[in-house]
């Protein structure tokens, strides 16, 4: 089966892909090569579009601005706490370490929770566009 | 230190990168494979490629030299620099990979439909890449002065030599092997060294009392707003902006897969950036007489022999030195392919012999530059290309990825705008803050208001211009946003 030169849903072929030349213009950036992929057909599929990518703009923002409030509410907690400079975990005060490692595991997870959300956008509207 | 270790962890690392190289040239034969790899590569691999193109000298010794020289302060670098692949994952991943452009010229030609702006587009690019590829010569210079002895133009030759030699024979296809496999390189570089030295020293009494090595009025506490605000901005948008790293975002094979391309890289990034920072506190722990300018990037170099004399501090000194050696060859050739990329497809017909000659000349010019001027710190230097990116083209990416408004002459305006605003400031900001003291912060770290001012002009000229939005930008926002399997699943 694995064998099976036709698989090709499981494995997409490699794509052999021109380089595009200035004047003639990004031909395969173009959206215009497969009639009926790109352009909205109707009135109803353009509303469809212009709602997620206003759905998925205001994910965005909303959780960059998530991320960066929190940083710097986290920042603050460890500048007006000088409890945390004068603890020290191996010879580093606790204030150095937090500010060096506690920011990572916030934008991770940030990254993980809008892949998900991102993801459930992008399933809504596949669902709204195929029910059409 | 003995140098004959580090002739042999420069020759080795210089080794395994062409052979890989070479062993790549095998599979990669079309044009495609040459600028974008035929789009057939996997996350995992992708996302090692894009942190070993990612971490250069800044990060591999810059980070450790500036914790040592400034303090916490230092400590925002690695923080911007990975939280900057959360801004691209929120805005410029999924819809950038989607646009099918390989490079942001091509973006920005097929958003606007104008040939004028991607004209403004090559050229910033290319000085973006030309201004980071310096810092990267300059680490190798510094590196191959401290652990051979030799010249330290010797070094910044060695590296761009051997970049124009790799890229040309193989293009992008190789290079993903070669930067997936130094990533991994440079990450057990610290890494290893990171965790002997931690062992070795359990209980040793530090050149310091934790007390003065860690003073509070270089820790968090002391934070400087402006500095530390401006410094944010150009790291999180500056990496919305890199040709380097944006290149690999088109050898995803869909948006999809690119958004979780960059969760990687985070995970990725943020493991790393823990050794660098180890690296800076054992150095203010126990060696705080190299914190003098010139010195304090080699802190990473000098610590393993100077903590543990003798063969176990020889090894772990070679894994550093091969460590940095592949920073600087990965991020210089990560370059030089987006601006070969770049320049050939504008000036020499994109062909696979313009591609090989444009990487020559990717690889020479930045070369000049770093003879000719002296490091002023890594670390600094490449936030200050974080800053002129941001200011450049990362307005035109964000807006022309969100804004049905953009319009060419609007893209041009701001671009331009945030070019001279940004390099006004950070090439004679020494200068003007010499006659004017009080607005030295501000031009030390431009971002904060050149980006908004870019921003601002953009969208302004864009309102003034509304006949000018290009006729297909409806058309190319839905291509951008639309998920490929909702494509198509639509009947023709």
Known sequence: ?132 | MNAAIGYTAIVAVAVASALIGFYGLRVSRTTSDFYVASRTVRPWWNASAIGGEYLSAASFLGIAGLILLTGSAALWFPIGYTAGYLMLLLFVAAPLRRSGAYTIPDFTEARLESVWARRVTSILVIVVGWFYIVPQLQGAALTVRITTGLPAWAGSLAVAVIVAVVVAAGGMRSITFVQAFQFWLKLTALAVPVVVLLLALGGTEPALPPVEAFPATAGPGDLEVYRTVSLMVALLLGTLGLPHVLVRFYTNPDGVAARRTTVIVLVLLSVFYLFPTAFGFLGRAFAPDLATSGDADALILLLPDRLIPGPVGDVLTALVIAGAFAAFLSTSSGLVVSLAGVISQDLLGGSVRGFRIAAVISSFVPLVVALATESTGLAGSVGLVFAFTASTLCPVLLLGIWWRGLTARGAVAGMLTGAVLSGTAILGGAAISAVLPGIRPFLEQPAAWTVPLAVLVTVLASRADRRGVPRGADAFLTRLHVPEAARRRRPV
């Open chain 1, 1 to 132: 089966m694995s064998s099976d030169p036709e698989r090709t849903d499981a494995t997409p072929a490699r794509v052999r892909v021109t380089a595009p030349r200035p004047g003639s213009a990004a031909a395969s950036a173009r959206p215009s090569p497969h009639p009926g992929t790109e352009a909205p057909t109707s009135d109803i599929a353009g509303v469809y579009v212009r709602s997620l990518i206003r759905t998925q703009l205001r994910l965005g923002v909303v959780f960059a601005v998530g991320f960066v409030v929190a940083t710097a509410l986290f920042v603050l907690a460890i500048a007006f706490v000088p409890e945390l400079d004068a603890t020290f975990v191996l010879g580093v005060p606790l204030s150095w370490l937090l500010l060096g490692i506690g920011v990572y595991p916030l934008a991770i997870t940030v990254a993980g929770l809008y892949v998900r959300a991102a993801s459930r956008n992008e399933a809504r509207y596949r669902s709204l566009t195929e029910d059409e």
